[in-house]
């Protein structure tokens, strides 16, 4: 990557910059013209409900192919995106992209199919947030029913009174509300109450070791408890082994999202991974 820093003339700073700062810069400038120069893709994770063993609705997850720096993942590129504001532009893109594919599946007959796009804390809090998701639900023709944004936790803890008026408007529109990553932020336990959510993801780093440490199992089991008396739906994320899964199915979770069942995958392969049924090997003896 020298020549691309000497071509953009950062190359005498380097040297006193450290590694994860001068990536940073470097990830920042091929950012800039990433969105028009079409270097990003979406793939969709399903979502597979334990009742039914059904996929019933598929995370959308943002990718980046850079000329310059080859693949990049979203945990590099998005807190650069985030810290220069672009992350606006490519939020809204996601969104619209996430619309018109799950407006095409509904078309081709895949029945109350939901697509979940992640928004950044830099888009929940712009005031124009609503009228984006409203712009996007209306231009696709999907029903907001068919949409849920993911939240974190740390995106909306701060301002409670004020995000609480926020998360009822996205509510308004129809649309769901998942909080991401649960049990990573400031649990305010309380506040759970209040916030207008319907569904909690399971951060992955509880899961991991669901099966092998008791008080990891513990936490989830009591994370899904919660979720059954406050009736929101608990999705898992990060279910990687059929141990896991038979911890998770004993403890009633209702919905597994995880490398167990299929990586994020471009869109075409999910219509058809839908089309036939999921190996029953992937559900014996849970
Ligand atoms: P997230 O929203 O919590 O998404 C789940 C992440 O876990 C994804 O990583 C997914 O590929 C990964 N994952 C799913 N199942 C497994 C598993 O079984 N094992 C392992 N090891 N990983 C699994 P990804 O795609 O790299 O995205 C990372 C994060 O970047 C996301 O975490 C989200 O916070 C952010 N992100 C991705 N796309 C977008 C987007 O369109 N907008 C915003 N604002 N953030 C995004
Ligand atoms: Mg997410
Ligand atoms: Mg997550
Ligand atoms: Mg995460």
Redesign the pocket.
């Known amino acids: 990557y020298a020549k691309t820093m000497g071509r953009n003339g950062y190359r005498f700073y380097a040297e006193s910059l450290n590694k994860n700062a001068m990536k940073f810069l470097q990830i920042e400038g091929c950012l800039r013209n990433a969105l028009n120069n079409d270097e990003f893709s979406?793939?969709y994770?399903p979502q597979v409900c334990l009742k039914s063993h059904k996929i019933i609705s598929v995370?959308?997850?943002?990718?980046w192919e850079s000329p310059e720096l080859g693949n990049v993942?979203?945990?590099e590129f998005?807190p650069v995106?985030?810290d220069s504001g672009i992350?606006n532009d490519?939020?809204e893109w996601?969104m619209r992209k996430s619309c018109v594919q799950a407006k095409k599946w509904m078309d081709a007959g895949m029945q109350n199919f939901r697509v979940s796009?992640?928004?950044?804390s830099i888009?929940f809090k712009r005031a124009s947030l609503l009228n984006m998701i409203k712009r996007a639900l209306d231009d696709s023709g999907l029903p907001a029913s068919l949409l849920e944004v993911?939240l974190?936790e740390s995106a909306i803890m701060n301002d409670i009174d004020q995000n609480i008026t926020r998360l009822n408007q996205i509510r308004d529109l129809g649309v769901a509300i998942a909080l991401?990553?649960f049990g990573t932020g400031y649990s305010s336990l309380s506040y759970l109450k209040r916030f207008p959510i319907n569904t909690l993801?399971i951060?992955?780093s509880f899961?991991i070791t669901i099966d092998t440490d008791p008080e990891d199992a513990a936490i989830v089991e009591a994370i899904i408890t919660l979720a059954n008396t406050l009736k929101l739906t608990v999705i898992a994320?990060?279910?990687?082994t059929h141990g896991q899964l038979k911890a998770l199915n004993r403890f009633h979770c209702d919905i597994i999202?995880?490398?167990?069942f299929s990586?994020?995958v471009p869109a075409e392969q999910i219509t058809k991974i839908v089309q036939q049924p999921l190996n029953k090997d992937l559900f014996a003896q849970i």
Do not use: C, M, W
Request: net charge negative; aromatic share 4%.
């Open positions: 979406l793939h994770q995370e959308a997850l943002l990718r993942t979203p945990s998005i995106a985030e992350i490519l939020g996601v796009v992640n928004l950044s888009q993911e974190t991401d990553d993801k951060d992955r899961i994320e990060g279910v990687e999202q995880g490398f167990y990586k994020p």
